[in-house]
């Protein structure tokens, strides 16, 4: 993947303008490539004048950062509490067994990645997936099975697994 | 909007907006909180207001369509009322919206969209007297459903910043604070420290820069009234950080807020702009000498930042690490400056005490705990949402007069209290009153108000393991007894689960649980154990069979249960061979079914695939 190195060094240089802190600029740039490329790091830590490590240490610490480059298709079970006890541990093993991934992982083809998010705070939907930023309430592993097909179908990977 | 220069224009503004504000006019409110938008309110919303633009409706139907915040009844979302009937539409869909507007038009009801009581199958059309509005004292979230979150006029006609104008015109610093005092206003973000004691504290400070910070940073999962409380009415936090700023002698204030609330980010965000446009944030406020700023600060996902250490560091740009206390942040907190931290629902208490009293604001509540508490219920209930009463209220109310009691017929078994630093309260102390002091002696807490039911069907000991894993995995790792105690407790009850627990496993728990309370830095440590603790005070026959007869009471741990095909009731019909993810059913059409307790991997597809009852669990 080819990285903006020019753009983000304009995302942190406005950061570093407005006086913001090293989490805002790293806040702008995982919101707008969905992770922090090892690239962003270097230019945020001499531009803000922090050490590299320091850098590295907020970014591995707050779970809004990834290191990682996300899938086009990003899952999100909620884990909260409420979707706890309502099952969604059962629809999280579903899903991995589906898509053959841990909740944090993402396939090599970077078509779809796997998360764990501890309440929404929409429990009465409880449990609840988020594809793609779209809410699916009151799910159960056959609910998230058609979730499951109506992308893979999209995607033209038309099969049952 | 323009710069209000004076307490004076304030009130004659606010005066001028009554009469177009009067309160009996025909509206109606689309709830557009969190929840309601996940069943789709915003379309709901577009479709009034285009319905009543576009169908050329007589002049008698000059009905304001509003989307307000949170109404609280998450369960029946998306929630409409008309008012100034009062009467609620539940699980209104876009399709429902001409019937509804052409009922208002001919004076009638839809009664199919009103909502049913479960218990009586009474047909409520008031929601007033739904129960789960009529036995709630909506003190905090009394706007919510009228408000339009986005306009400072309509909070303003609603009585919004009368508090402050009170304050500013009227008020020294140390009266506020005297009254903060005499209203028994104690935190309400879980550890419950005196407000105006606090605020005292740090106005007594010695420094001409000070700070105030809401903590916005709700991370009990299953908690999310502090988020409604942003999105619906979020100039009542506003107002309340104005007046305690200046009751400290503060100049500026930071919202930290979780990244996750979009909505309450963006109605914060846009309460600031209207308020610093207005006058009443910014240099001179009403004309007065006093300045004040409020910034928003993001965060970015980690549970020991509502921690006020760690929320501090955060806010430095640091890594969200605790540290110890003393020095207190009131003495020496953000950038070494005496800082004042308190609660979204703190600060927004603060308006309503100055407007109507510290004597009427301590008549609620217990001898030892004043006010109203926000409860979210959520887990297995028949009514999940947002319940506001007075402290002291018994669980017995709270979980069956508003809750509405356990769905589907099940038995209730607990109620945690205080999310993951919190406790579990079985069903024979149903009947006492939820209060800081009680809960604290049953090994619960009050904390921030998360309330989660559990159902017969659930397993205290996975429930236990659930709480852990969550603080073990946002456990900072600062300080030994928080970083290693846990993930030691964790892997214990993971055994337990799994199957192989062995029996001197609760006496382990229970002693590396003391130490880890004992020891470590921060509430995230100090507090991580109470969920394996209470449920050990209260279920202990629950872990005791998990490890001394490898068994699962609830039938949840996968370790310890087996599928198996009834056969009287199996038909042969498939569905669930075909729809194994791996592979452990086989048989044929017609022909009795057999699961492999080698393959199946306990998912419970099966089960909830199966229409005759035909697969058992043991």
């Known amino acids: 993947m080819q990285i903006p190195i020019v753009e983000i060094y304009e995302i942190i240089n406005k950061e570093a303008r407005k006086g913001g802190s090293l989490i805002s600029a790293l806040e702008e740039i995982q919101t707008r490539y969905r992770y922090l490329p090892r690239e962003a790091l270097i230019l945020a830590s001499e531009r803000l004048d922090v050490p590299l490590s320091q850098a590295y240490a907020v970014a591995t610490f707050y779970n809004a950062f990834s290191l990682k480059p996300k899938g086009k298709h990003c899952f999100q079970v909620c884990v909260g509490t409420a979707c706890h006890v309502r099952g969604s541990p059962q629809v999280l093993d579903h899903i991995e067994t589906k898509l053959g991934l841990k909740a944090g992982e993402t396939s090599h083809d970077h078509m779809f990645s796997l998360e764990t998010v501890n309440c929404l705070g929409a429990c009465a939907l409880g449990p609840i997936i988020v594809t793609n930023g779209e809410y699916s309430g009151q799910m159960n592993a056959k609910k998230s099975d058609t979730l499951l097909r109506r992308i893979f179908r999209a995607e033209g990977l038309d099969k049952n697994e | 909007m323009s710069n209000i220069n004076s307490s004076v224009e304030l009130n004659a503004w606010r005066a001028e907006l009554i009469k177009s504000y009067a309160p009996d006019r025909p509206l109606i409110t689309v709830c557009g909180g969190t929840g309601c938008r996940v069943y789709g309110s ?59 507007v052409t009922a208002i038009a001919e004076g009638k009801i839809v009664e199919r969209l009103l909502y049913i009581d479960p218990q009586t199958d009474e047909v409520i059309q008031n ?55 005499a209203s028994g206003l104690r ?117 020991v930042c509502g921690e006020e250490t760690a929320l501090i560091a955060s806010i430095e740009g640091h890594v969200g690490e605790p540290r110890p206390r003393p020095p207190y942040p009131s003495e020496s907190g953000l950038w070494g400056n005496p800082t004042n931290i308190n609660n979204v629902k703190s600060w927004a208490s603060v308006p309503i005490i100055i407007d109507k009293g510290s004597d009427w604001y301590s008549s609620i509540g217990t001898e030892t705990s004043k006010g109203t508490m926000i409860f979210s219920i959520v887990g297995n209930i028949n009514n999940t949402g947002l319940a506001e009463v007075p402290i002291g209220i018994s669980l017995h109310e709270l979980i069956y007069d508003i809750g509405g009691g356990i769905p589907n017929n099940k038995a209730f078994k607990a109620a945690q209290i205080g999310g993951p630093s919190g406790g579990c309260i079985p069903a024979e102390h149903l009947d006492v009153p939820i209060d800081y002091k009680s809960l604290t002696s049953l090994g619960a807490i009050m904390g921030s108000g998360g309330l989660v039911i559990a159902d017969e069907d659930t397993c205290m000991v996975d429930f236990a393991r659930y709480f852990m894993k969550f603080t073990q995995e946002e456990s900072c790792g600062k300080c030994v007894p928080c970083r290693i105690g846990t993930k030691a407790m964790l892997e214990t009850l993971e055994r337990i689960c799994a199957g192989e627990g062995q029996s001197d496993d609760v006496e382990y728990l229970i002693e590396v649980g003391q130490a880890i309370k004992l020891s470590s830095l921060c509430g995230l440590g100090q507090t991580a154990p109470n969920p394996v603790l209470s449920t050990l005070q209260y279920f202990r026959d629950e872990y005791e069979a998990h490890i001394l007869e490898k068994t699962c009471p609830a039938k949840v741990c996968k370790g310890l249960i087996t599928y198996a095909i009834v056969a009287e009731n199996c038909p042969g019909c498939m569905v669930c061979l075909r729809n194994c993810p791996s592979g452990a059913i086989t048989g044929a059409k017609q022909e009795v079914h057999v699961i492999d307790p080698e393959l199946c991997n306990r998912c419970g597809l099966c089960m909830s695939l199966c229409k005759f009852d035909a697969i058992m669990v043991t």
């Open chain 2, 127 to 181: 929601e007033d007297i739904v129960p789960f509005y009529k036995n709630q004292q909506r003190v905090i979230l009394d706007l919510n459903g009228l408000l339009d979150p986005l306009r400072i006029d309509e909070y303003i006609a609603l009585g919004g910043y009368s508090a402050l104008t009170k304050v500013l015109q009227s008020m020294s610093p140390e009266q506020v604070i005297t009254e903060i005092k």
């Open chain 2, 42 to 100: 915003e379309k709901v919303f577009n479709a009034f207001q285009e319905v009543i633009s576009n169908q050329g409706l007589s002049v008698s139907l000059a009905y304001n369509v509003k989307e307000t915040g949170c109404h609280g009844f998450c369960e029946k979302g998306p929630l409409v009322v008309i008012r100034p009937q009062g009467t609620m539409y539940t699980h209104v869909k876009v399709g429902d919206v001409p019937e509804i």
């Open chain 2, 187 to 303: 935190g309400r973000g879980g550890a419950g420290f005196p407000t105006g004691l606090k605020w005292e504290l740090c106005r007594n400070q010695p420094g001409d820069i000070k700070y105030v910070i809401c903590n916005a940073d709700e991370g009990d999962p299953g908690a999310y009234m502090d988020r409604s409380i942003m999105e619906g009415n979020p100039h009542r936090v506003l107002e309340g950080m104005i007046i305690g700023a200046y009751a400290i002698g503060a100049h500026q204030g930071y919202v930290y807020i979780r990244n996750e609330y979009p909505l309450a980010v963006k109605h914060l965000i846009h309460a600031i702009s209207q308020a610093e446009e207005c006058g009443l944030l910014g240099e001179n406020i009403l004309g007065s000498e006093y300045d004040f700023r409020v910034q928003i600060k993001l965060g970015s996902g980690a549970f």
